[in-house]
């Protein structure tokens, strides 16, 4: 049975870094993009980073930035796994040379525009194979899921893939999230932002601790039930 790992995004305080490491997180994203209410700069990224113990990852989340700007960052923070939620090709996340998770962009609705095709995950996966897994977040206008979330029942019932659910998690949905989508993929990590927030970029403790709570009690009902889950 393999945890379910977990995420905190959008960190931009030291006891909000803090809080997500005592709670058990495996790793916390700063985001490197301008736009975002939550962003930081590449200074302020290496500071926070700075606070992070042994085997919690720090990852830094780009949308469309190129790639000398990326490998600035990542000298700054160079245990860094990167995160792509732009428009970027297989080809642009490989040039930083970095272990990175591509963000795929779900419809919120259930039957596609006419004249549009229907977003298709199992191909979108193979476009990105080199991905260490692929993120799931809420086709929204701009960048990011907005903090809604998806129809996780109409996912394929196979990816070949590590995924990490996101969009509009909250201590109160992430354990139905993981327990819909975590027998479908080879293994589930679960990213929150708003959903541990108090506004924009200011976490909760509380939250947080809840939310980890949250995962862990899906875990034990995924393992107490016997779920069939796709060998890694």
């Given amino acids: 049975m393999h945890r379910t790992r977990i995420k905190i995004c959008g960190l931009t305080r030291e006891e909000d870094v803090d809080a997500a490491v005592a709670a058990g997180a495996d790793a916390v994203g700063f985001v490197m993009y301008a736009p975002s209410p939550r962003s930081v700069s590449a200074e302020r990224a290496a500071e926070l980073a700075s606070r992070l113990p042994p085997f919690v990852t720090p990852v830094l989340l780009f949308v469309n930035a190129d790639a000398p700007e990326?490998?600035?960052?990542?000298?700054?923070?160079?245990?860094?796994?990167?995160q792509f939620h732009g428009d970027e090709t297989p080809e642009a996340c490989l040039r930083a040379g970095r272990p990175f998770l591509r963000a795929a962009r779900i419809p919120l609705e259930?039957?596609?525009?006419?004249?549009?095709?229907?977003?298709?995950?199992?191909?979108?996966?193979?476009?990105?194979?080199?991905?260490?897994?692929?993120?799931?977040?809420?086709?929204?206008?701009?960048?990011g899921?907005?903090?809604?979330?998806f129809n996780w029942s109409l996912l394929p019932p196979s990816v070949n893939a590590h995924l990490v659910l996101s969009g509009g998690?909250?201590?109160?949905?992430?354990?139905?999230?993981?327990?819909?989508?975590?027998?479908?993929?080879k293994t589930l990590a679960v990213d929150v932002s708003s959903g541990v927030e108090i506004s924009k970029g200011i976490k909760s403790a509380d939250k947080i601790h809840q939310f980890v709570a949250a995962v862990r009690a899906a875990d034990d009902l995924?393992?107490?039930?016997?779920?069939?889950?796709p060998a890694t």
Avoid: M, W
Avoid at 70 to 82: D, F, N, S
Avoid at 222 to 229: D, G, P, R, T, Y
């Fill in 110 to 143: 259930e039957n596609p525009a006419e004249g549009s095709a229907a977003f298709d995950l199992v191909k979108y996966a193979e476009d990105f194979k080199a991905a260490q897994a692929i993120l799931l977040d809420a086709h929204v206008d701009g960048f």
């Fill in 70 to 82: 990326i490998i600035a960052v990542c000298a700054r923070v160079p245990t860094a796994l990167l």
């Fill in 145 to 149: 899921g907005g903090g809604k979330t």
């Fill in 222 to 229: 995924l393992a107490e039930n016997h779920v069939h889950l």
């Fill in 169 to 185: 998690l909250t201590p109160a949905n992430v354990t139905d999230g993981i327990l819909q989508v975590r027998p479908r993929c």
